[in-house]
């Protein structure tokens, strides 16, 4: 089994529909992330979380809300999708005694269209 | 802030091949720099990083890239490339004492029979 594990793998929806996005990770990192890549644009941070009562805003976070319900789950949603934000999306996890020298362990990948 | 430049998305290359996938970043403070792979329908995983010491590291499959502080570069060198390094590669940067870790837009690397 993924150490990271993102669901569900694919998504369409329609424009104003609610979506969340579930990860959750075995590897007892305390750094949760969520990521969006576009085509020619790489990974942009969305939001990321240091712990259960951490959660902070990334560079790309209007229209997108988290939730961490424990050290293990960190969820994305999109309380109304809209078609720009059909995109890859990236859970990503990291262990707090790297701090930020430390890798990042991404999922597979929430594949996300929004009709 | 910092930012990373990925100069070329896509590269084109024949197996046994060298290659070389270009990264400059910038910063007013001092970084770690990160390149990842990403081989298709797969999350990232890192492939080789710089934190401090030798400016040249070194991967397990072959993978060099080399820190050049004056040039502000992390360029990411292999001497003979193989069909199954089709991917695309992320340069990434981190600026010391912070969460953040700043990617590039992505250079495809394709490799060629």
């Known amino acids: 089994d993924a150490d990271v594990t993102q669901t569900p793998r694919n998504r369409i929806t329609k424009t104003g529909k609610r979506i969340m996005l579930e990860c959750s990770q075995t590897?007892?990192?305390?750094?949760m992330y969520w990521y969006r890549q576009d085509p020619g644009l790489g990974l942009r941070l969305i939001y990321y979380s240091f712990d259960v009562k951490d959660i902070n805003k990334g560079e790309i976070s209007d229209g997108y809300s988290v939730s961490r319900q424990a050290q293990a789950k960190f969820s994305l949603s999109l309380e109304s999708a809209i078609p720009n934000q059909t995109a890859l999306y990236f859970c990503a996890t990291s262990a707090h005694r790297d701090t930020n020298t430390g890798e990042l362990f991404f999922g597979e990948g929430s594949r996300l269209t929004v009709l | 802030a910092q930012s990373v430049t990925q100069l070329d998305s896509q590269v084109p290359v024949f197996e046994e091949a060298p290659v070389e996938l270009r990264c400059n970043y910038s910063s007013s403070v001092s970084v770690y720099l990160f390149w990842y792979v990403q081989y298709p329908n797969q999350g990232l995983q890192l492939l080789l990083k710089?934190?401090?010491?030798?400016?040249l590291v070194e991967s397990i499959n072959g993978f060099e890239a080399e820190f050049n502080k004056s040039q502000t570069s992390f360029h990411l060198r292999k001497p003979s490339v193989h069909i199954s390094d089709t991917a695309e590669y992320f340069c990434?940067?981190?600026?010391?004492?912070?969460?953040?870790?700043?990617f590039g837009t992505g250079t495809r690397l394709k490799v060629l029979a």
């Open positions: 990434a940067v981190s600026a010391l004492g912070t969460y953040k870790y700043i």
């Open positions: 590897k007892g990192h305390d750094r």
């Open positions: 710089y934190l401090s010491g030798s400016t």
